[in-house]
DNA sequence: TTGCAAGATGTTATGTTATAACATAATGGA
DNA sequence: TCCATTATGTTATAACATAACATCTTGCAA
């Protein structure tokens, strides 16, 4: 077993960590060709599952993007709000959300092990720009 | 304002709800090509784009791929259960759920507007049937 | 009744996202 | 050293989705 890929993840975490918003693979594979054009789009997918396996990364399954954990702790299901405004995610942990998610799902014997919770909306900043009605 | 394409909608519907998990608009597109042989993928993203409007069809964004709604009031966020063994999708209603995770994102001024909430795991049916270990 | 505006549908092409399959190379242990 | 194992590179293609424009329907008004 190597060490080889870290350097490359962590090119890849350090570019989506740079930002607030989501970026898909191929926007990621465009920054990074700057400096490796000859990397192809298995080589970022191979990047994003392990660092997502390690928790430094959540895929946005409503936007077939990817962003950076934005937590201390990257063990534990999140909930991502959206932006549909300005793109800008936000990340929040509720484990008394999941205990009451993991009831309700319960009561028909399903066994959970993988939550997507995502919320799309408008942020407090884009919200309070808008006019009322 | 036709209502031309309400009978193509109806058919897309009629052939998710005789599934009971998810199919892909590739899927739609083979089944439906059956009885007529010419429609292109425009055709089946418009029938379901116009479904989901009405409530009727979801999409689970975490498998592209696409359900009829199983509830009988078609206006509701819906939480999908997603068997990762069988297949199988089963839709709960949870407000009070949805109040709280609203509370939790409203925190830091978050408007939501729409909810993905998607649990995989394992159905009862499918886990009584493995082994424990 | 004809002609037209508006919107639905059909059609072609292409854009975007993701992975299969196999070749090559690095690593560590026998 | 040599081999087994696993990572990485490479090529090609699969899977998902929509842009752009052509065509057809429909209802309405002159």
Known sequence: MSRRGETFQAQ?????SSRDGPLS???LLGELRESNPKIAPPTIYRALAALRERGRVHRLESLNAFIACQCENHQHAS????????????????????EKLATV???????????????HGVCAECGAGQAPA
Chains 1, 2 share one sequence.
Not at 12 to 16: E, S
Not at 79 to 98: K, N
């Open 79 to 98: 909930i991502l709000s959206i932006c549909d405004d300005c793109g800008a995610v936000e990340e929040s942990v509720a484990p008394d959300l999941l």
């Open 105 to 119: 799902i319960g009561k028909s014997g399903f066994a959970p092990l993988r939550h997507v919770i995502e919320v």
């Open 12 to 16: 890849v975490l350090a570019v989506l």
């Open 25 to 27: 693979a191929y926007d």
